[in-house]
Structures are given as structure tokens and as C-alpha cells.
């Protein structure tokens, strides 16, 4: 993987390239979040043609407990498994260990837990998770970390921390024990840690940049804590990155949070926010947030949303789709999700045309408020 | 409405076309069902370079109660509301009323029904379904019929038959007293019934075709009875409808019923089956049936059916699809849905050139063991 920064804008924020052996990659970007193997409710086509995706992510976790190692590593690997010939960006498992396996138990070696789905018993720890990321295959790989609950003490937050590095370690060592499964290279990008707390965060920071990795990643954000919190670790945080590797802040988040974060110099975003609050008629538009249940709409006969380039956002009405989701209809689904998306992709594009011209810093205090917009 | 009558192969089964404001459809054709106006879990873009529909089917019943007739007439029909540029036929609601509402109370002037939806009463008469057909705006309309159950009392079924053809009288005067709202023309199908009974069938058929209508249709088949009755119902019905109109088999059916009724002089079909069953895991392809969520597939990286002509039937795999059932994923429900659509409209195209070529009787008795095969 290559990172090539093109240029840092007045107000902070940054555009740039990554090149990875399934191509490249615009920063700012978003990644659209392919949890079992598939952007719900949307096919790889439309995430190519209608919704421009460039990169999307797939949850090691679910892909370990679905499909499972022996069906990925037999189809040749996630891209050749759903098809999608773009990159891919795989998380460790840690996130959803803590939020959706029961009864986990964290020790030193790794994590036991059970799985959601059926109850069974299984241990990740860091050299298996990275081998479970070779056999999935992603081009951009993620570090097994322990990701604290919001709020956490702070000597709990610490010690988490201080996990989390040492199992940064193993993962290091176990990537560069094993080879890549499938041909292509396999980066790995550790996290920093730290909870809410500005010392740990520096001193996470630290610890991951002296690693020396080829991108870096934050972690255990927007996870309950205020928006103003975010903000403060992400700044606190982006300061002792390196500026030659890209950041990705992980799980976020509102179109607001996005432009707010790619400001403090952040590279990188995924968020199940645009497809799971589509599915819930939550649509995001240039000119604001629309309730798209509600009566108001049923007349509406405009465009779902005239300025984002997207077929669907251009081509059906906001009454057609609140049909569908007042009558249950599947396609409701598909639709919100394939125009929340567009909308995303065409928000960093934006974004990304604004920094190259050095006029992001006025035009995201612009565009906040107006996003921000309930209609 | 024009329908051409090209060719009718020496088994009896015949290709055509049919021409509306709205384009022209090759027959025999399969109409995709598109009951609250889409088509469940699939894009109208997929239907059109995907799945290849020619014309689609929208439910009087269903569009009446919701979007109602009001946000239909302010959009400018169906076509403008769903964006379905190509020929949209709509049923009467005759069968939905039987079938899905409730508390319906029959009378000669029409039906009392009770939403399924919120169970607010409601009064189809043929008069008013002609008004709502003509809001709706389709190409083809259907005269309102009451769908007697199978199996039926004799008495029953002929009073029944009989009130239909007293229905479809005031059908016609409705509509020879109205215009169409948007412009384009709208033609009438009228409807044979008479249950299971050979006399009955007889008398519709003839009560049918003297009315002299563009096009005419077989009902009430299709409803529980065994295969060989309906075979034997639309042979002696296909034997008296006027050769030169269209002839369409109401809910019909599974790819050798298509097959077999083609062959009985059929020219027009719609489905619920190969999305209702393809939401639920059941393949239809041209080597048989696949049940895709069976654990046999789980390894099986061939594409779904790599011989119907859709993208998405060749470029995903059934290890893929199996998976996506497997975990319940949305996109599952959208390839199956594409996948069975697109086999359909390649089978009665295949169909079609089999007629051309004046070869249709003899490949269709190749055919119908091979589709029904259990893979």
C-alpha cells in the first residue's frame, strides 16, 4: 500500500491517494460498510455505478462466524467470494466482540466469547485474528484491540490501553511471520486507544506512531461520548500522527462529524449510519435531513435529491419512495441505502475538490449548519 | 392496443406482438408482478437491463389503498409515479378482494370489503374499478371478476361466472363513457371463468369472446386445483377465444405450466412465484430447481446459472447466495429475485424463437423434465 498526501488545505484537512493492488483510493474517503460479505440491501453493482463506493469494509467477525475460514479461503478470498475486484478494508473483530458476542472474557492471550448467532464458543486473540485476516484477504487489515464501553474509569481506560499495544505487538509479529494468502499485500493499520481521556489518548498516539505502520487508525470514538469529546480526541490524536501516513477514524459518522473530522486532518471514515438509518427512512441530502416517512413527502413528486449524482437520488420521487416504505416494500430499502451512500461519497468528493482548491475551512463552516437542516 | 399475430407453430403454441402507447411487447410474454408499484426487492433498472421486463403488472387492490388514488392522479399515473416508462397492465382487484380482505359481502352491485391494512370498509363496483383503473393509468386494464375458490359447488361457480358477465357489461359501458386521463389508450381484457367445469369454461368463453375486447383472459385457474385440471380448462377455453387476440392466463405459474400452457395457444403470464419463491431460497433455472439455501451449495463456487443471461446470474456464485440466505442478508432477496425474473422472461423468449422456428412442440417436451429436475 502507498500513501501519497497531495496537499494539506489552510484549515487542516487533506487530500490524497492510496494505491493498493485492487486500486486506488481518494482521500477523503468513505467506506461503505459490507458487514457479512454484502453493503446491505445493495448489490456490487450499484455500489460501482450508482454509489461510486472505492473502497468498502467487511467485519471479520461476522465473516468468521459466516461464511466461516473454509468457505472464504476455498472461494479465494473475500474479493473473489462477493465479487467486488475494488479494495477492501477488513476490522479485527474487536468492536463487535465487546458489542454483540455474550459472555466474552478478556485475558491476556486473547478473547473467549460466544457467538450471537448460535451460541458457540471461540477465542480470538491477536496472531489468530490476523490470520483470519489473511484468509479473508482485505487489501487494508486492522489490529485486534480492545475497544473500553463510553464511559470507562480512567484506570480501566489505561489498562485497556496498554493492552491493546501489546497485543499490537503480536499482531506485528504474526503478519510478519505469515504470508499473504492470496497473492496481493496485506496492510495492517493499529489503532490508538485511550477512551476520553486526553493524557492516554496522547500517550496511545505515541505508542501506535512509534510502530511505524503504514496508516494508523482511531479507534473507540463515537461510542456514546459528546460530539465535542470526539472532536478533542480526534485533534488531540491527528497531532501526533504522522502526516505522511493516512488516518482513518473508525465508525463515523453524521455528515457533519465527517467534515468536521476530515478538518482535523483525518483521511479515512466507515459508518453503518448511511445504510441502517436508510433502512429507517432517515435519508441525508445536501440541503438536509429528511424523515422520509413522513406525511409531509406524499405529494412530493421532486427528486429523492436533485444535487447528488446518483440515478436513484435523480430519478425517483420523495412520494414514490415514502410509498414504499409506508407499504413495507423491500426496494424502500434499497433505495434509501443506494442514495444515502451516493450521498456520502459525493460529501468527501466535495470535500476533497475543496481542500485541492484550499477552500475547505469556509466552505465546511458553510455547509455544517445547512446539513445539519431537518426538512 | 394492436396485437399481431406472426406465427402459430404446428404444436398450437404462437408468438406475436403486442403494441401500446407504451412500446411493444413480444409474446408469449412473462409479466413481472409489481403489486404496490415495484416490483419486491428489485430496481426498476434491474427489471429493465437485467431482467429484461417488457411490461409489468401493478394490483388495482393494492395501489387503490395505498398510494391511493389521490397522490396517484397528482403524480401523474403509475408509469410517472414508479418511473416504469415500458407497458403496465393492471388486474381488477377482483381476486385480491377475494383473497386478502376482509368481512367482503357480494352483491349485484358490487363487493364490501375491509382494508387488510387498517380494516376500513370499502365498495368496488365494476364501474368504480374502470374509474380507479383509468387513475391508475395502465395500458391494459382488467374487468372487474369475482374469483369463485377451487373448488367450487356448481351452482355456485355458474351464478358466479354469470354475476362476471353481468360485471363485465357494466365494465364496458364505464369505460366507453370515459376517456383516459393521461392521454394514452387503455384497453379492456375481460375475463373467462366458470371454476372446473367443462360447460361452464365453454359458456364463459364464448360470453367472453362475443364482447369483441382487444385482448381477453382466463381466470380462476391457478387457485388449488390439480395441474392437469387447468391444462384441460385452458385448452377448451384457447379453443373458442378468437385466435387473433392476445389470449393472457391470469397467476400462472411455474415454468412448465408456462410451457405447457404456451403450447394450449396462451400468449401473455404473470407470477408471483419466481420472487415469492426466490425470497424464500427456491432457484428456477434451466438444468431444474435449486433449493439455495441447501447446505450442498455452501462450497459451490459456479455461478448461480450461468446459462440465463442476466448479470447477475452468471457473475454472482450459489456459494455466495446460499451464504447471503444464510445470514438473512437483504441482498439475497434482491439476486434470487433478479435471478428467477431473468429466467422467466429468457424462458418465454426461448420460447418464442422455438415457435418461430416452428420447433416448439418437440423442445418443450425436452424441456419440461429438465426444469422440473430437483438439482
Known sequence: MDFKLITTDPSGARAGVITTDHGAIETPIFMPVGTVGSVKAVTQEQLRSDINAQIILGNTYHLYLRPGMDVLRKAGGLHRFNGWERPILTDSGGYQVFSLAANRKIKEEGVVF??????????????????????????????????????????????????????????IRRLA?????????????????????????????????SRNCAGNAIGGLSVGEPENEMYEMCGIVTEI????????????????????????????????????NGRNGMLFTWDGVVNIKNKKWADDFSPIDAQTPCFASQNYTRAYLRHLFVAGEFLALTLASIHNLAFYLDLVKTARKEILAGTYGEWKRRMVPQLQTRL
Not at 482513518?248 to 482535523?264: A, R
Open 241 to 276: 500522527l504522522p502526516a505522511e501516513k493516512p488516518r482513518y477514524l473508525m465508525g463515523v459518522g453524521t455528515p457533519w462529524n465527517i467534515l468536521n473530522n476530515i478538518e482535523l486532518g483525518i483521511d479515512m471514515f466507515d459508518c453503518v449510519m448511511p445504510t441502517r
Open 177 to 209: 511471520e505469515t504470508d499473504p494468502v492470496y497473492g496481493h499485500a496485506q496492510t495492517l493499520f493499529p489503532i490508538v486507544q485511550g477512551s476520553t481521556y486526553k493524557d492516554l489518548r496522547r500517550a496511545s498516539a505515541e505508542a501506535i506512531a
Open 114 to 171: 460466544q457467538s450471537h448467532i448460535d451460541g458457540s464458543r471461540h477465542l480470538f486473540t491477536p496472531e489468530n485474528v490476523m490470520d483470519i485476516q489473511r484468509n479473508i484477504g482485505a487489501d487494508i487489515i486492522m489490529a485486534f484491540d480492545e475497544c473500553p464501553p463510553y464511559p470507562s474509569e480512567y484506570a480501566y481506560a489505561k489498562k485497556s490501553m496498554e493492552l491493546t499495544h501489546r497485543w499490537l505487538d503480536r499482531c
